[in-house]
Nanobody, 118 residues
């Protein structure tokens, strides 16, 4: 079974930056899109960013709360998705999950904790 391995989370001060990575344990065929979600304690999981992978030209979408601060990118050859997070705020604190959507199924990462605090 394919596994998505996440890394890059941690504790940072407000205004700091982190880069999250998510790599599949093996190749996934027919990928439609990749994305990042997050879930804070007591809150619903929310979509943070997505990037389409159907063609060589990608399209990105971001939650309003992270626009201008976060950047999603991908490496198709390695089946990897990244999330560059800049100017982090305390409200960004959550467990971040990567997701890969293929023609056949959705795959989820195990989650990585991001904590933004002074």
């Amino acid at each position: 079974q394919v596994q998505l391995v996440e890394s890059g989370g941690g504790l940072v001060q407000p205004g700091g930056s982190l880069r999250l990575s998510c790599a599949a344990s093996r190749s996934i065929p027919s990928i439609r899109a990749m994305g990042w979600y997050r879930q804070a304690p007591g809150k619903q999981r929310e979509l943070v960013a997505t990037i389409t992978t159907i063609t060589t030209d990608s399209n990105t979408n971001y939650a309003e709360s992270v626009k201008g601060r976060f950047t999603i990118s991908r490496d198709n050859a390695k089946t990897t998705v990244y999330l560059q997070m800049n100017n982090l705020k305390p409200e960004d604190t959550a467990v971040y999950y990567c997701n890969i959507h293929s023609f056949f199924a959705h795959y989820w990462g195990q989650g990585t904790q991001v904590t933004v605090s002074s």
